[in-house]
């Protein structure tokens, strides 16, 4: 009997349908946990913000091209085989490769494209990277080329673009709300596109029949189990019934990789800024006067001990975040000195400093109950929004609270479940919050995300709905050249005014969370074999190029 088979001993208990009844014979299925939550929703809308399943994009609708993050960037072509600017830079092409078909077998072709992001441009809210703002028109030439028009010369916004899922025409023309669609019944481009078993504890993707690119693919199906938590994904792992996950894990090595050494294993590249938003547009008037004070939110940095937020929330996986700019040690090389020599010490944890500066910036107890009023005298008192089951960040913002306590601070924890979370970040109905920002190439593409005004109400990066028009600009700059010159100085100007005004409360670089087990299946990504960023939730494109390199044991 082969790895291949289905191994019963994988389905957990609440699977109470034969085995034969969901996989057929000899297939390779491959268990993940790309997300933890309480619940699976059904909702295969690759435009969908909230309550979109975790392998929807990338594994059910395929991107244009894959550009991997570890290689500088390099292309790797899936439904695009090349694209080329024009000689004034305003007019993106794309060639299609030859021969897609959807997985219901009608073909794909580059009116699918255009007729895509043209839906998304009537509905903004599907516009999930936030791609129309800088175009002017996308239009199919013919069905092998889609031509994109710039309103202006832009270097970063073919990140968007292929980022960007491309849908069936044929399927969402008759579609009368594509904003609430759930896509019930998707038909899609990638290489698994069959839901075979769907209840809110688990669910079974299976593969496209039609996939362009089928010789490479060696996993017959993804497994979903629903999970809560990091505790519940280390119980699982720790019986060897995971085979790709991202998860915190105390003490990996003792409570994980020990247990079977020669199959697990982990690897950490550097990730994503983790950092503290604060609402500036909340209508508290005690937090609205708060959080756009810098002053504020300098004593609010220098009230977090980033160091304990490392070895204790994160058992030391995390990187310290000390620069004023949030820049991170990953991107050091584009670092301004100067502006870190001048604003460093507001990132550095010292909570004398901190209460000094409220003090002389006029937040004193006014009531005697212990905490600081603003200037005005209007009271200050905010929950921190932490996704629940995410046990290292909610033991940052524990260590947050009490840091912000010492010095005066009336804040608290509340624990939504992670798509409220991410809700509430997009739609500005919350106080404070700790988040993430994905990044990039290089430290523009995550800037950009969460600090740049055109992305307010976009996505969740940008929750602390930080506006500056001189930062705008500054941003803007630096796409609008492709000389490496021209866009360092633009990313010193950058970074200066960060620094300088301290729009968010950056603490630490997570790692990107992969754990890994070969006990069914090989070709794992690691230190050894850097193939791309190999997590498996969502967010990542490369974790395409990852599914495809994974063999089942023979």
């Known amino acids: 009997m082969t790895s291949k088979i289905l191994i019963a001993a994988l389905l957990s208990s609440a699977i109470c349908m034969p085995v034969a009844s969901v996989y057929a014979q000899e297939e390779a299925v491959l268990t993940a946990v790309p997300q933890q939550l309480t619940a699976w929703v059904e909702n295969y809308n690759p435009h969908n913000a909230t309550t979109v399943l975790p392998t929807v994009q990338d594994f059910m609708y395929e991107p ?9 960037g390099e292309a790797n072509y899936r439904l695009a085989t090349a694209f080329s600017y024009s000689d004034d830079g305003l007019e993106l092409t794309f060639t299609m490769r030859e021969g897609l078909t959807w997985s219901d077998g009608k073909p794909l072709t580059a009116k699918d494209v255009a007729y895509t992001f043209n839906l998304l441009k009537a509905n903004p809210a599907l516009d999930l990277r936030a791609a129309w703002p800088g175009l002017e028109s996308v239009e199919a030439v013919d069905d092998g080329h889609v031509v994109f028009k710039y309103k202006q010369v832009d270097a970063g916004l073919i990140h968007q673009i292929v980022q960007t899922y491309v849908v069936p025409e044929h399927v969402w023309s008759a579609v009368a709300d594509p904003i609430t669609f759930t896509n019930p019944n998707p038909v899609g481009s990638g290489p698994l596109t069959e839901i075979r078993r769907f209840t809110p504890q688990e669910y079974i993707q299976c593969r496209n029949p039609n996939y362009w690119d089928a010789a490479e693919l060696e996993v017959d199906c993804m497994r979903m189990p629903q999970v809560s938590n990091n505790d519940q994904v280390l119980t699982m792992a720790s019986n060897g019934e995971l085979d790709w996950f991202g998860s915190f894990i105390p003490d990996i090595e003792r409570t994980y990789l020990a247990g079977d050494p020669d199959h697990r294993g982990y690897w950490f590249p550097a990730g994503s800024p983790v950092f503290f ?8 008037p005690g937090l609205k006067e708060a959080f756009n004070d810098v002053d504020f939110r300098r004593a609010f940095s220098m009230a977090m001990d980033r160091q304990a937020m490392v070895d204790i929330a994160g058992y030391g996986y995390p990187t310290a975040n000390e620069y004023a700019s949030g820049l991170g040690q990953a ?3 584009w670092n301004n000195v100067e502006a870190e020599a001048e604003y460093g010490k507001f990132a550095q944890f010292n909570i004398d400093e901190a209460k000094a500066l409220l003090a002389s910036a006029g937040y004193v107890d006014t009531n005697g109950d212990g905490f600081v009023e603003t200037p005005s005298g209007a009271a200050i008192a905010f929950d921190i929004i932490v996704p629940n089951g995410w046990t290292d960040w909610v033991n940052t913002v524990q260590l947050a609270v009490e840091g912000l306590a010492e010095i005066g601070i009336n ?11 991410t809700d509430a970040l997009i739609s500005g109905n919350y106080k404070a919050a700790i988040n993430s920002v994905t990044t990039g190439i290089n430290p523009h593409f995550f800037l950009d995300l969460s600090l740049h005004s055109r992305n307010i109400g976009q996505n969740r990066f940008a929750s602390s709905r930080y506006s500056n028009p001189d930062l705008d600009a500054a941003l803007d700059a630096f796409n609008a050249t492709t000389d490496d010159a021209a866009q360092k100085e633009a990313m010193q100007k950058i970074l200066a ?4 005004d301290m729009p968010l409360v950056n603490v630490f670089n997570n790692p990107l969370w992969y754990e890994y087990n070969t006990t069914r299946f090989t070709g794992f990504f690691n230190a050894d074999n850097p193939g791309a960023r190999p997590v498996v939730y969502a967010g990542v494109p490369e974790r395409l190029l990852h599914l495809l390199a994974l063999s089942p044991v023979k």
């Open 64 to 72: 244009l091209v894959v550009f991997n993050a570890l290689k500088g």
């Open 277 to 284: 938003s604060l609402n500036m547009g909340s209508e508290d």
């Open 331 to 333: 991107y050091d090389v």
């Open 411 to 421: 804040a608290s924890m509340a624990t939504p479940e992670s798509p409220a979370w």
């Open 497 to 500: 005014l960060i620094a300088a």
